[in-house]
Structure formats: structure tokens, C-alpha cells
């Protein structure tokens, strides 16, 4: 008895630490796929896709009430992936579908409009999101996905064009700044280096949201040093930094090590727990569920008041959704 009592005793900490934070409000970074998407990414014709109603059962399960969804309509011009015959038809298509399904939860979910910033259609279909009434509220970009060499003055002179474009509509832009690993570019500080000179520097009016810990999911040392340069921006108060705020979707695995929490749980007190949000990127597997990533999330050792901090943080474009 003694022993039992002992050992809960010694446990108690850790189940406080892993157990006593309430479920974020809201999951920053969510996909929806229409059929025609899920087949393109999977190659399975009758993939059923990921909608709505699936992701709210989902967040239901979680006890999280809202969700930002990032339109997969970039996807549809995927740098690594053989062209598709009518490319800009299937990226208006995939907006189009995004919006509708998020328009049957208007409390509860958001969209964002996407697509590849690289494309002679980019503007076209940014001013398109702009003047819809489920699209108008922000952007989301993969630079992966659509291969945005951050290194290649002639992508950031495009990408620049979109991020002007984008502060002018005042649409709030999510960015998944690691480079292309398919195609091998460098990411590292240099590369966040230019995103916060050029880019950033071009869209002052916005929110900008960077998914992924600035990583691809996952924590490795190029996604530190990118981190880095972030976090010295802020610690010396570098007004570029003012409107940016950071998921950490997918960051933490179960397979984490130790040290890489230690870092990780370091980045996130630089940063500050006040602007980093719960993210749990597309339910493409059970392991990728929102419940399943807020109990990864909450491996990492932070302690109960700051894990609370991060659940209840509520970025401005998710505070003014419909009541019921
Ligand atoms: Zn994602």
C-alpha cells in the first residue's frame, strides 16, 4: 500500500503536466479535402476526401470548438507532381468547395484561400478569394508544396508581389516556410533571413501565422535556425515580428526525443506562449486526429499555466466567428 501510495505520489507531477491542460479553443491549422483532391494526393480514385462534417466529429471528440481551414488548393500545382490539364480551374474548384463546406459551420469553422504564389494565376485568384464571402479572410501558402526557392530572387520577387497584394485586401496570411524537401532546396537561417526582409517586411498590415514551428513538421536543426532568427527578431523587438504568430501543427511526434523537447518547449519561451497556437494539420491518419496531436503537444515539458496559454490562445482572424 505504502509503495502504491508512493508511487502515485511520484507520478503526480507528470500527470499533471501531460493531463491538466483543457483542450485548445481552437486548432490553427486544419485541412478539408474535396474527393477530387484526395484522389490527386493519394492516387486512389474513390477516395472519399475530408469534409466538414468529418472534421467536426473530429474536433468534437477533442472538445475543441473552432478550426482554421487551409484550403488544399495549392496542391493542385504542386511543384513535384506532373502537371494537371485545366490546373487553375481544379484551384478555384477546391477554393470553391472549401468555402461551401465551411459555410454549413459558421460558428465553428474558417477558411483560408490557397494556392501556388509561383503561377501566372496567383493574383488572379487572390483578388478572386478577396471579393468571397468564406475566402476573404486570409491566405494560406506551402512554399514545399509549390517549391518557393527562398534563395531565388526571381521566387521572392513573385512571392513579394502576392504578399503586397494580400496586406492591401488586409487578408491575414499562413505561410509553411520550409523550402521544398522533394526538390532539395536549403532552408535554414539564411532563408527565414529573407523571409523576414523581403516578405514579412511586405505585409505589415496582416497577421502572419508561420505553420510548423517555421519547420515541415517534425523538429530538426535546419527548423531551429530558422526559428533562430525569429526569435532573436523578437527579442530585440524587431517590428516586423509584431503581427506573427506561430502553429506548432505536427511539431511534437510521439516519437520525440527528450532533447528535441527540451528545444523545443526553449523555442517556444522565447517566443513567447502568448502568440504560439495548437495546430493538428489534416486527419489523414488517426495519429494525425486532433485529440491524438494535442496529447503530442502536451509531451512537451511546459508547465500546466503555459500549456493553458497556448490552448486558449485565439488569433485575431478566428475571434469573430458567427455565435449561435
Ligand atoms: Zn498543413
Known amino acids: 500500500m505504502r509503495f502504491v501510495l508512493g508511487t502515485i505520489l511520484l507520478l503526480l507531477p507528470i500527470l499533471q503536466t501531460t493531463q491538466s491542460a483543457p483542450a485548445p479553443v481552437i486548432d490553427s491549422h486544419q485541412h478539408l479535402f474535396s474527393p477530387a483532391a484526395a484522389a490527386l494526393v493519394t492516387g486512389n480514385p474513390n477516395s472519399p476526401g475530408i469534409t466538414a462534417r468529418n472534421l467536426i466529429e473530429l474536433l468534437d471528440s477533442a472538445g475543441i470548438q473552432r478550426a482554421l481551414v487551409l484550403s488544399m488548393a495549392y496542391t493542385w500545382g504542386k511543384a513535384s507532381r506532373a502537371p494537371v490539364a485545366d490546373e487553375y480551374d481544379h484551384v478555384k474548384a477546391e477554393n470553391d468547395w472549401t ?48 517549391d518557393v526557392d527562398l534563395d531565388n530572387p526571381d521566387d521572392v520577387a513573385k512571392v513579394k508581389k502576392v504578399f503586397e497584394a494580400a496586406n492591401r485586401f488586409r487578408m491575414p496570411i499562413v505561410v509553411h516556410l520550409h523550402t521544398s524537401k522533394d526538390n532539395q532546396r536549403k532552408y535554414g537561417a539564411d532563408e527565414a533571413q529573407v523571409f523576414l526582409n523581403q516578405l514579412l517586411a511586405a505585409a505589415p ?107 486558449a490562445n485565439i488569433p485575431p482572424y478566428m475571434r469573430d466567428l458567427k455565435r449561435h
Open 99 to 146: 468555402a461551401q463546406q465551411v459555410a454549413q459551420y459558421p460558428d465553428r469553422l474558417r477558411a483560408f484561400c490557397s494556392f501556388n504564389p509561383l503561377k501566372p494565376y496567383a493574383l488572379e485568384e487572390l483578388a478572386r478569394c478577396q471579393k468571397d464571402p468564406q475566402l476573404h479572410y486570409g491566405l494560406k501558402l506551402h512554399f514545399g508544396n509549390s
Open 205 to 311: 498590415d496582416v497577421p502572419v501565422q508561420i505553420a510548423h514551428l517555421a519547420g515541415a513538421g517534425g523538429y530538426d536543426s535546419a527548423t531551429d535556425s530558422a526559428l533562430g532568427v525569429f526569435t532573436d527578431a523578437i527579442a530585440r523587438h524587431d517590428a516586423r515580428m509584431k503581427n506573427v504568430w506561430f502553429d506548432a501543427t505536427v511539431v511534437v511526434r510521439p516519437s520525440t526525443s527528450p532533447d528535441d523537447l527540451q528545444k523545443i518547449a526553449a523555442r517556444i519561451r522565447q517566443i513567447g506562449v502568448g502568440r504560439v497556437l495548437y495546430g493538428s494539420d489534416a486527419a489523414a491518419s488517426p495519429l494525425a486526429y486532433p485529440k491524438a496531436g494535442w496529447a503530442a503537444f502536451q509531451r512537451l515539458p511546459l508547465t500546466p499555466v503555459e500549456l493553458r496559454a497556448v490552448a
